[in-house]
């Protein structure tokens, strides 16, 4: 089963879905502000991604963030941050067995479409 995480306001998490619907593919969608964003899945992720690619430095929350907590970023303050603000993490994430994509540039489109 395939998995977006994202948000449904989203205009690329809305991009990703649309894909999987026109392709038919079956797929559950995980909304991280409406349901949060378990522990687990935050870790497999940053030991599969890293937490460079996880945190989306162009986001609305990143941007309201105080300085201090920007300030110093290394792995362990990066997984603190995305713990307690879910939407850090850049958009969408797709889990399809043990594949994952993060974001929706053109590798991961191409990819999300192959799935499709």
Aim: proline share 5%; glycine share 8%; net charge positive.
């Amino acid at each position: 089963m395939i998995v977006i995480y994202g948000l449904k306001n989203c205009d690329s998490c809305r991009k990703a879905v649309k894909l999987l619907e026109a392709g038919g593919r079956p797929f559950r969608f995980h909304d991280l502000r409406a349901d949060g964003l378990p522990r687990e899945r935050l870790g497999s992720w940053l030991a599969a991604a890293g937490w460079e690619v996880l945190l989306n430095r162009r986001s609305t929350t990143w941007r309201d963030l105080p300085e201090a907590e920007k300030a110093g970023l290394d792995a362990a303050k990066a997984a603190r941050l995305l713990e307690r603000h879910p939407t850090l993490v850049k958009r969408p994430v797709v889990e399809a067995g043990d594949r994952l994509l993060v974001g929706f540039g053109p590798d991961e489109q191409a990819a999300l479409k192959a799935l499709a």
